[in-house]
């Protein structure tokens, strides 16, 4: 039986031989199964690739699957997933946040029966409260917006059966988020606490930019809610508006202004209109974000492309194919 191991790199030059020499190899030999290390790199700009063809060069259990520009974290792992032949695939940071002594304590539980074995972020070494805060924020509203098949503080962290991995590289989005369609497919989950440490160097690729586009991509992708909230939210508009507006009838042109509001029709047609026009407005843009990812999907572009004179020890059959 074999474990293959996934890791993104992008720009990881200063902590990645202390990480894969220091905390993985150690617990990767005293492994009981073979094993492969896929290090995808996804178009590091820095010496990155550099360090893990050399690791490569020394370690036939390591592949190097180089992209040809950055295609983001989630598409490296996918593409990771894609090239693993093992028994189970085990997905990890290359940063030292995760930690590699717990590998032994997942395939355990793997053993055991659990299809996905996930790590949960169960507490920070040092993190600042506006990132523990937009955490919480993130799951509340995934949750709020009925995915409930998501842990909170549920990571990357996590080993995966090969039957799970093998419907997984049937999903085609574009906009993914990996934890969150793992979730969704529904195998037996096990959970394991961890406590998330700090990067051995240099600084999260992750600002916050991506971090926000990464939450739109959740929401858009694995949930159609804001949809029907928009939408019941024009039916609660709708109705007010025609019992506001016979009230606006009956108490001034009916009754003659009984309470001395004096509202001129001019004014009350001000109001619900230019509060329409903010409604009609905001749901454009919410309708436009799934609109975007029809048009991501319609291209029919591929996920990443693989620059095979940089990447080392790949599946035959996949470099022949490419």
Known sequence: MKISFVIP????????????????????????????????????????????????????????????????????????????????????????????????????????????????????????????????????????????????????????????ADEYNKLTEHGRITRGLMDWMGFKKVYIDYVYGNRLAGKPSYNFKKLFQLAIDSFVSLSTTPLIIFGWIGVLITIVSFILGIFVIVEEYIMADPLQLRLTGTTCLSIFITFLIGLVLTSQAITALYISHIHAETQGRPLYIVDHKNSRNLNERKAKKA
Not at 65 to 78: D, M, Q, V
Not at 118 to 132: L, N, P, S, T
């Open 9 to 164: 790199v992008y720009n990881e030059e200063k902590g990645f031989r202390d990480f894969y020499n220091k905390l993985l190899l150690p617990e990767l030999k005293q492994l009981k199964y073979d094993y492969e290390l896929i290090l995808v790199d996804d178009g590091s700009s820095d010496k990155s690739l550099e360090i893990i063809q050399e690791i490569a060069e020394k370690d036939k259990h390591v592949k190097v699957l180089c992209f040809s520009r950055n295609f983001g974290k989630e598409i490296a792992l996918t593409a990771g997933i894609h090239e693993a032949t093992g028994d189970a695939v085990m997905t990890i940071d290359a940063d030292g946040q995760q930690p590699p002594k717990l590998i032994h304590e997942f395939i355990k539980k793997w053993e055991e029966g659990g299809e996905i074995v996930i790590g949960v972020r169960g507490k920070y070494e040092k993190h600042g409260f506006i990132a523990k805060l937009g955490s919480k924020f993130f799951y509340k509203i995934l949750r709020m917006m009925g995915v409930k098949d998501t842990v909170p503080g549920s990571t990357d962290f996590r080993i995966i059966d090969r039957c799970v």
